[in-house]
């Protein structure tokens, strides 16, 4: 290129156009044309520059900021020779660049000679160093301004290997490719912000600063937050391109709902004015908008296009052992001590808690563990102290208090080798006797086993273990053997259970079934008939063995046997319960075997599931639950426990009233009255000959139907006068019924006391007797008639007192409030002590 094109050149295309001709030719006679292939360092930061360079072509980028390349005319190495500095930036080819070359002593020699250039450039850099100046002077304010409110670091990631923290992952990760505004919300102790703060760095924009701002510490006027006119720098102006995390935005003053409101949908809001006549200019703010709340806004939620929920961790029991090991490993970090582990049985403990303050209370419990150890090299179930949920208050693992009691129900023993190597044998036995032998209780041994000794030890067993008598029924052993037997020879997929018309129907159907029993045993006296006694056992057994041949597993169990039903209605008033730990199911059990059946894992024993469908951990009601331990065996994690608890807690806690349960307490209520029908009739005064069949059907109905009604009454008067005090809010029949069920189970017990108490002992001549041999001599342990009626009363005191707390702590309302139902108690209790007392 000729000399005066060069300086043409100069003029028009490099920053050289401010110098005069002469300087400008000076210049050009020193410049030679040199081409840099591509991927070769230009220059090098921190070196010395050794040439003055004026790029013509190519392609020159700077490694600290790559993003941008080098202008055609860009001077490469200006002020580091006018100010004699090392180089400032490293300069790479990423093509073959052609550039025009200065050597660094002529160039020098050109400042010398023409004083011109650097006067020239010394003012332009003047220029930059008072830009420069500014920007840091704005950069001090801004930080000044964020400092207070900068978050600085992620404490940690989504912890856990559950879904939830799967799909937890899944949404911050997908919030955090783009630039829209988030509604992260939970409850209490979840560590949202932190959530909050790892969407940021996680984002491309993780260079620029995040600040978190409590709603609840901001001015009415919202002036940190938006500034003042002519004030100085809002949060949202010195934040520029950053991330705001606003955090629990239900404390926010309700002045600034529509401000921020206008800020999420349009990115925009108006400065705090000082006088209200000022008009606020609009302004636009370039940051990204990060919400917290313990719950969705409804004002707010539909102008965010992310919304992400997190979990509780009490859904999140999978991740406590995650959380757990990782916040024990950095506890242990911070205080210089060796890592501790934490054994299986302090992780169950952890799981079977509901933790309410979620993350930070599960941090607290391990720091109060760790601070507990003292040098012991590990966690254990000890030092844990979880407060204690409502689920689990007041009760006692009685499998984990007593070893041997866990091992006997996990033995072949139970039920299984006590069921098919006795119990099966022994009820076809008494069925023969009862059929072959004399007819009489008092000749037949096992008449007075079924009415003497059966009846009255179900009753007393239920305060103490509730259904257990369903674990060794006979009933249902017959009905498993057909059931086997019935596949055996017809191999089929017997039919699932009918689940909704069983619910519906079923409870009607056993009640139905009860009501004809009674009077049956009235009727026909089967208390003293033998072969008919027999009669009931064998069609109860025919019911079950019907059933098994067609559905699989104890449909007849749980829904049609009428023994059954009065046996789970009975069992809410027992003192034990067998219960799932919901935490540890829910965490550690995949393949729920308890429920479904499967083969041996771990220390769980090969099973066919649960007889009765019902899964341990969300069994809320003893009427589900026959204490087979089916689940027990099957369970490899220790999640089951057998519990002592306060007797009855269920009616007032988890219990589901149902009508067909309230129908058939009243029935067993009515049956006192009918199996003394006698008395009942000598207390009215009413002299009708029993002996007829249609007189005495017709009492019989009668006296089965209007003992119940007293009840209903005086329900209704309780409702009445309720409407007159707008304070109380009775509860529905069918939940305050179950109040009377203490008084109904003391007045069943009171019935059969004489036949516990006196027949029942002398059950070894009666035996003899059986069997044609002379009983005379042989021991009879009877109780004194005066003995026996100060039992039964004392049972239908305690009834009666059993009922008015029962009822009390159903109702939740004051005593005056549900006076009616007590007396009414007692009036049923002073009907029931006339006729067995007397």
Sequence with gaps: MATSDLITWLKERTPLTVLSAEVLEAIALQMQLITVEGEQTLVKAGTAPQRLYIFQSGHIQSQETPEASLLTGTLINLRELILEQPVSRTLVTWSQCELWSINAQEFKSLLKQYPEITQAFSQQLALQLQEVSSQLSFQQERQGILRPYLVTKVKRGVIGKSRYAVKLRSQIKNASDNRQSVLIFGEPGLQKDNLATLLHFSSPFRREPIIKVNCSQLQTSGAELFGRVGGKLSLLEALGEGTIILNNLQELPPELFQPIAQLLKDGTYYPVSRQQDTSSPLKTSRCRIIIISEKKLSNIDGLIENIIKVPPLRVRKRDIEDLATYNISLMCRRRGIPKVSITPEAIRKLQAYDFPNNVRELENLIERALIQLEGYPEITEEIIWPSQSKKQQFRFNLLKGYPRLRQFFRSQWYPDRLNYGFTMIAFALINLILWLGPQTRGENFALNLFWAWWWPLVLIGFPFVGRLWCAVCPFMIYGEVTQKVSLWLFPRKLKKWPRHQAETWGGWFLWGLFALILLWEELWDLKNTAYLSSCLLLLITAGAMICSTIFER?????????????????????????RGQQGTCSAQCTTYQCYKGGPQKGEGLETNGCPLYSHPAQLEDNRDCVLCMTCLKACPHRSVEFNLRPPGIELWTTHVPRSYEVALLLLLLDAVFLHRLPQVQAQLGFSWDLNQFWIHSGLAILVLSLPALLPLVCHQIMRLLGEFQSTVKLRPFKELAYGYLPLVLAANLAYYLPLGLGEAGQILPITLGTFGFSGQGLPVMVAHPA???????????????????????IAKLPFHSLIVQHLCSSILAIGLWNILLF
């Design 554 to 578: 104890r449909f007849w169990c749980r829904y049609l046997c009428p023994i059954g039903g009065m046996n789970g209605m009975f069992a809410k008033l027992s003192m034990t319960e067998l």
């Design 787 to 809: 003995v026996i009626t100060f039992l039964q009363g004392t049972l239908l005191i305690f009834g009666v007192i059993l009922s008015i707390f029962l009822t009390q702590k």
